[in-house]
């Protein structure tokens, strides 16, 4: 099935083109969508620099720091109408190994709608992660899983393999809101309602050694805020359904 990385970049300079060489050389049939938000550092055009030696990268130029999930809703629309059948996600600084890109597309090419590189699961690992930054990681899964009844232990997790059609048809990707973490938990609660099929692949993360996180204290509230509002959705679907069935 033809496949496509899409990786959102935001002052990236020093980690895209040895991320764009590793996955040709781990994924060669892999193509490559950089969706860059007109980094300062000149991202995109060093992308534009090597597309023609690594073959088969694009970017998608955007105007300004929108957030991740509005780079991964537009990356998800561009690959599809590009012909691609399943969509990618990999963030640029190495935590995700692309050598475990083949891994998560074998499974959606089995069959599941979503392949989750996952750190919780056994087999799974966390690299030199600050503690703080880890248990922050762990609860917030536990609380979003727990209170939404995902049956997923890493929810958050941003390196994933989607089958294009379920992004389209169970999960309609482009009226998700949230960005952040948010983006990855919201996309994941859409397929387990729509009775999606997902599977858990361990990963081995690895924290950056080159350039700097985004994350900030907004993308933690919003996804803390996210998980309670889709909650009373869920519970108000539930009561209606009950009401409906007499
Ligand atoms: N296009 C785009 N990419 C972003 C944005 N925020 C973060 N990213 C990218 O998303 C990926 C994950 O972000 P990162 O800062 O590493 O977050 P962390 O891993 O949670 O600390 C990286 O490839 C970033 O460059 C954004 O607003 N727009
Ligand atoms: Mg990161």
Redesign the pocket.
């Known amino acids: 099935m033809r496949s496509v990385a899409i990786?959102?970049?935001?002052?990236?300079a020093d980690n895209i083109e040895a991320l764009c060489r590793s996955i040709r050389a781990n994924a060669p049939d892999v193509g490559i969508l950089v969706?860059?938000?007109n980094s300062p550092d000149g991202t995109a055009d060093i992308v534009e620099r090597i597309a023609a030696d690594v073959g088969d990268v694009t970017v998608l130029r955007?105007s300004g720091?929108?957030?991740?999930g509005?780079?991964y809703r537009a990356g998800m629309r561009a690959a599809i109408d590009g012909g691609a059948e399943i969509c990618i996600q990999i963030?640029?600084?190495f935590?995700h190994d692309p050598a475990e890109i083949p891994n998560l597309v074998s499974a959606v090419e089995h069959g599941v709608d979503l392949a989750v590189g996952s750190r919780y699961v056994p087999g799974g690992i966390t690299e030199n992660w600050p503690r703080k930054r880890r248990m922050l990681s762990r609860w917030g899964n536990r609380y979003a899983s727990g209170v939404l009844g995902l049956a997923i232990n890493d929810a958050t997790a941003?390196f994933r393999a989607y089958r294009s059609s379920s992004l389209v048809d169970k999960m309609h990707f482009e009226a998700v809101r949230a960005d952040g973490y948010g983006f990855q938990v919201e996309m994941t609660h859409r397929l387990v309602r729509a009775g999606g099929k997902i599977v858990e692949i361990p990963i081995t993360f690895r924290d950056?050694t080159a350039g700097?996180?985004?994350?900030s204290q907004n993308i933690v509230q919003e996804a803390l805020v996210l998980v309670l509002k889709l909650w009373i959705e869920d519970r108000r679907g539930r009561r209606q359904r009950r009401i409906q069935g007499g």
Do not use: F, H, I
């Not at 990786?7 to 990236?12: F, L, S, W």
């Not at 720091?65 to 991740?68: A, M, S, V, Y």
């Not at 700097?212 to 994350?215: A, F, H, L, R």
């Open positions: 990786v959102p970049t935001y002052n990236e969706v860059d938000d955007r720091k929108q957030g991740l509005a780079a963030d640029a600084d935590s941003g950056r700097q996180s985004k994350m």
